[in-house]
């Protein structure tokens, strides 16, 4: 009897142990993986952009669901049994993590003075530091789609209710009540409310309808939570591509009278001392009493400055990857909008892309993207060259430098993507006040009134 007791507790011990040592196994595996995304997180210095998640510790409990929900992968993870935050700079405001937090240890911020750049100086209902002047999107630094859509329409309610005062009986007849500058998530979202309010707009945009939304690349996930676009109503899908987004806003605008100017880059705005602005484009003139900036942050392509850059075979944007097969291709850059690019364009019959990099190694890709451009390297899809910049764009070939010795290569095609010049100068020039501004407790109640409002 005390043998088979022995025998018995023995197997228990031996079943313990090995179920502790997996248990131990995995968490010593967690948490070597949480060290390294902190350590490549140490490799960026700028930090958060934009929204980031801001983990209460003393609420926290280290169940680790905010770090499995992520879409963006590693921007959080688990050390010494609590959330910590290792790679804010991928954060672009999904506020899964926050949601999904059992504690509600969790709120959506922006970024610190100390890590943001200059910004745009907006009251709560979007306007600038001068009168009737509003930006949407994220120009005023808050990036996800569903935020522009949010404030177009929000900001439109807001100019909507001023209108009456402002018009006073005294305006002439072509003056518009409001002019909307960029047709991306905001802008189409604040002419579909113009529309609604019947307030007398126009829209115009310097590019094409869709604003960024339509350069993405085929397929690109850019909506993960439920948005009301006006006249539409709610989007019947939680999660949409470009394509679907796309599809909706041709749908609708189809359906109504959409005032819109395409191709006429706004370069100046006055206001006068009737209150009215005067805004100039590149092809007209047009006069109105409220003006809403829906610009987008991108700006401008940032060129290289590289000798045969003004070739027409060396472009900024990518369109429709399908449009270019059996061709030599470059891409030149390290974020997503790069290797996005690369991967959409490996996969055409017949191309041979080259990813060129200035850096020894990726440290700003999502997670989901930083697999497949191993996956697509691994294959031989896609060949990357880092440490390497171009020096010289020719008709069939590029010179690249790399590693200080300049190699050539055959080439049809450049895409190049080095960031935007920011629209800071242009806000600055028409009066916007721009500076640092400290936006934690603004997001953080933000997030807050949100919460509430859907519950």
């Known amino acids: 009897m005390v043998m088979n007791n022995l025998v018995g507790l023995l197997i228990a011990l031996i079943i313990t142990v090995i179920f502790v040592r997996r248990y131990l196994n995995a968490q010593k595996k967690?948490?070597?993986?949480?060290?390294?995304?902190?350590?490549?997180?140490?490799?960026?210095?700028?930090?958060p952009h934009a929204q980031h998640p801001h983990i209460d510790t003393s609420y926290c409990i280290g169940c680790a669901t905010c770090t499995t929900v992520c879409p963006e992968g590693d921007v959080l993870a688990m050390l010494g049994g609590q959330a910590v935050i290792v790679n804010g700079y991928k954060c672009i405001g999904h506020s899964l993590c926050a949601e999904s937090c059992p504690v509600g240890a969790i709120t959506m911020v922006m970024s610190s003075p100390s890590m943001g750049r200059d910004m745009p100086q907006l009251t709560p209902q979007y306007e600038t530091s001068v009168p009737n002047m509003y930006i949407v999107g994220e120009l005023g630094g808050l990036a996800l789609i569903k935020n522009a859509i949010n404030q177009g329409r929000d900001c439109l309610d807001t100019i909507a209710a001023k209108i009456p005062r402002l018009r006073n009986g005294k305006v002439p007849p072509e003056v518009l009540d409001v002019l909307i500058v960029g047709a991306g998530p905001g802008g189409i979202s604040a002419s579909l409310r113009a529309i609604e309010k019947r307030l007398k707009y126009l829209t115009v945009d310097e590019g094409e309808l869709g604003g960024t939304v339509s350069k993405y690349p085929r397929q690109k996930l850019i909506l993960t939570s439920p948005v009301?676009?006006?006249?539409?109503?709610?989007?019947?899908?939680?999660?949409?591509?470009?394509?679907?987004?796309?599809?909706?806003?041709?749908?609708?605008?189809?359906?109504?009278?959409f005032k819109f100017r395409q191709g006429e880059k706004v370069s100046d705005i006055k206001k006068g001392e009737d209150g009215v602005f005067t805004v100039t484009t590149t092809k007209s003139e047009y006069r109105a009493l409220a003006v809403v900036l829906a610009l987008g942050k991108g700006g401008s392509p940032r060129k290289l400055g590289v000798k045969g850059e003004e070739l027409p075979k060396v472009m900024y944007r990518l369109i429709e990857a399908d449009h270019y097969v059996n061709k030599n291709i470059l891409v030149v850059g390290g974020g997503d909008s790069a290797v996005e690019a690369a991967m959409g364009l490996a996969h055409q019959v017949g191309n041979k892309v080259t990813l060129s990099y200035r850096k020894e190694a990726f440290t700003r890709l999502k997670d989901r993207n930083e697999k497949r451009v191993a996956e697509n390297t691994r294959t031989g899809k896609l060949k990357i060259i880092f440490n390497s910049m171009p020096v010289e764009f020719k008709e069939k070939s590029v010179l690249l430098e790399v590693n200080g010795a300049v190699q050539e290569i055959p080439n049809d095609y450049v895409w190049i993507f080095a960031g935007g010049e920011p629209p800071t100068a242009f806000l600055k020039k028409v009066g916007v006040y721009v500076g640092l501004r400290d936006m934690t407790t603004e997001g953080s109640t933000e997030a807050k009134q949100a919460v509430l409002a859907h519950q």
């Open 30 to 47: 967690m948490h070597e993986l949480a060290r390294a995304a902190a350590q490549k997180g140490k490799l960026r210095s700028d930090g």
């Open 228 to 257: 009301e676009l006006p006249i539409y109503g709610k989007f019947k899908k939680t999660e949409l591509s470009k394509e679907d987004l796309l599809a909706i806003w041709a749908e609708v605008l189809g359906k109504v009278d």
